[in-house]
């Protein structure tokens, strides 16, 4: 069974090592004004046709180059530069200075992931202002909050209710954020430990289909990548309604130093929110790079951070509740909820050249986490007296190292793009705990209680073939797990463990069909892993169910200014994972299928006004069910995002950014429905010289709406029978806060 896909891998490897190249070569870097390297430039040779992209170095190596040659370099947000080859012994360096980002320079044929591109656009031209914006640059990707600002937010993409990661792979440099068999949930991913300035690019891709990335990785995946050094040194203050505050420094610390980067990040936010219980959060980041560039170009990064975050919560209210009277939309049932939550993170990654055609990758990572939650969704369902009051808990640490190798060569005249790598990831999740509580002191009943161990080793493989305007694309990718759980509640001792071994084979094929329309058809398979105590109680074949996807569709830039990207795509999952708010759990359901169009558009007004709106329509249903009884509950069919933004006009810079979510099943017959939502919020900045005053607000026109809601069955305290409807967090009303940041 192993052989047959292990075959290609071979065939390609070995045909890259015999095949040699004659022809001249320029090598060189790409830098800016500050010395600093500039990665994925299109070094393109104007005589020959020959091209390249630098890489996180800067460096490149283009073929097929003599002297006298031209060379363009262009760079989305520097000026474009032409120089002429006038010697081949000694490496060039080339220096592109920074402008504002235009689109009319945008070339869809020159960019390493041209949907990726829309991202760094929209960071520049409208850049992130909290954590939460920090998902929200992902087009077509919307977020909810439930649960005091502490705990990880509700995301939705493609027809999912992703819960907090079940269907989506999150990574910050490389480290993985979601978190496997975790206390309250399959794949919770908290990402609320990055500081929002500190991030430099998103990178993402929506369905199974790439090689490099493994479980979680269904409806897509978004990696994130910090800054390597800092233009200048900030202090920023915002105070804003409900007791809202945020403080930010971001300092250099070797800014003079060549080849050496260093600096150093903190934020503080706090906040009462606007319930009638105040939330009392309060978070703190800390967060620390350094970078060097060694003698040999090779690149040497550590980074380190600590958050930590408590908060208190008003949970999910019965619509009942607030229709009777008896709470207002901003009141609670048991205001005694919430949590604390730390992480800690240790990174370190290297980056060398190994030869002109290959270069090496690999970043080694180690976390502390630490979390606590107590929610209460049913009331007094199960304990009349006491009320259904849970805790969630667990420490955990991660050890994990990824490696990746980047071949560049030809067979004959085929230009051959290979990337392989292996990567390991250990889980140690020790006295994992699910305990009814009373005030969240009062210990009252142990429900679930025991340690963790789940490994994960893998290894991927992908080839490019391109030969003129076509690019043939397969891969592979194997996982292996070992899932292992000590029952402490279980008097016998007894360890129990599954292994299990996945295949994921993609193939994807693209058609340039001129610099600035390219069409794509992907496929391919991927997973997202079970929690390890469904795993070993109940041996489940599914235990990594496979998800199916294909999408066709195309990138385009008909005219300078207009940026334009569709999808139709199809999904299949093998195993649903839903989330049942009684036990506060996510459980495996059943076969469902999905299938829809995204469409987005970016368009530039002027050189300082930038439009952008990403919509997707879908079709989300369960397989094994009956018509009329086959809803996804929470499954969204229509979504929309997009916004207005001025930047850098005579001192003033700004936007306003909306975000719709159309009517949903909130159950499997769609005979309670979560109720959709259109939440404008707007933000203004004006500088003067080295100070920026700016004012946010959020939801500027004061709808009500609700940011979470689930259909949940609960009993209130002075009713005799149980109801099932809808459960809500109301949204954030008309909030305002001032900010000013100071530069030096």
Known sequence: MIRKPIKPILFFLLCFVFVSTNAQQLKGQVINTKNQPLEAAYIYNLNSKSHAHSLETGAFILNDTKVGDSIKIGLLGYNTKIV??????????????????????????????????????????????????????????????????????????????????????????????????????????????????????????????????????????????????????????????????????????????????????????????PFESPQNFNRLNMFGKYVLFTPS????????????????????????????????????????????????????????????????????????????????????????????????????????????????????????????????????????????????????????????????????????????????????????????YKDALNNTGETLSESKTIFSPKLNLFYTANNNLKWFLKSGIGFHSNDTRVVVTNAQENILPKAYGVDFGNIWKPTKKLFINTALWYLYLQQEFVYVGDAGVVEPSGKTERYGVDFGVRYQFSDHLYFNTDATYTKARSIEEDEGNDYIPLAPDFTVTGGLSLQDYKGFSGSINYRYLDDRPANEDNSIVADGYFVTDINANYTIKNITFGVVIENLFDTEWNETQFATESRLQNETTPVEEIHFTPGTPFFIKGVISYKF
């Open 297 to 484: 170009n090779d690149k040497i990064t550590l980074t380190a951070s600590h958050f930590t975050s408590t908060w208190d919560a008003s949970g999910q209210i019965p619509v009942r509740a607030v229709n009777s009277g008896l709470i207002s939309r901003f009141g609670a049932i048991d205001d005694t909820e919430g949590g604390t939550t730390d992480r800690t993170n240790f990174n370190v990654s290297f980056t060398k050249q190994v030869n002109d055609n290959t270069t090496f990758k690999t970043n080694a990572f180690y976390s502390n986490y630490n979390f606590e939650l107590f929610s209460n969704f049913t009331f007094f369902l199960e304990d009349e007296d006491n009320g259904d009051q849970i805790k969630q808990k667990e420490s955990r640490n991660i050890f994990g190292l990824n490696t990746a190798f980047t071949t560049e060569t030809f067979l004959n005249d085929v230009e051959v793009n290979l990337n392989y790598g292996l990567s390991f990831r250990h889980d140690i999740s020790n006295n994992n705990e699910l305990s009814k509580t009373i005030n969240k002191t009062t210990l009252n009943e142990a429900v679930q209680l025991g340690d963790i161990n789940q490994t994960n080793t893998s290894a991927f493989f992908n080839a490019a073939f391109t030969k003129g305007k076509f690019t043939f694309a397969p891969g592979i990718r194997l996982d292996n797990y070992k899932f292992i």
């Open 84 to 273: 002429a080859v006038e010697r081949m012994q000694m490496p060039i360096t080339i220096q592109l200075s920074e402008k504002i980002y235009s689109l009319d320079e945008l070339i869809i044929s020159e960019q390493l992931n041209a949907l990726s591109t829309i991202t760094d656009l929209d960071l520049n031209t409208n850049p992130v202002k909290s954590s939460q914006e920090i998902l929200r640059k992902v087009p077509g990707l919307i977020i909810g909050q439930h649960a005091g600002g502490g705990k990880a937010e509700q995301i939705f993409l493609r027809g999912f209710d992703i819960d907090h990661g079940t269907d989506i792979a999150l990574s910050v440099d490389g480290m993985p954020v979601n978190m496997v068999s975790h206390a309250h949930g399959q794949g919770y991913s908290d990402l609320h430990f990055i500081i929002p300035e500190t991030v430099n690019k998103i990178d993402f891709g929506k369905g199974p289909y790439y090689a490099n990335k493994g479980d979680f990785n269904t409806a897509g995946y978004v990696d994130f990548s910090t800054k390597d050094y800092l233009n200048d040194n900030e202090i920023s203050f915002g105070l804003g309604q409900f007791n809202t505050s945020r403080v930010l420094g971001m300092f250099n610390l070797l800014d003079k130093v060549n080849n050496q980067h260093a600096y150093l990040a903190v934020e503080n936010l706090q906040s009462d929110g």
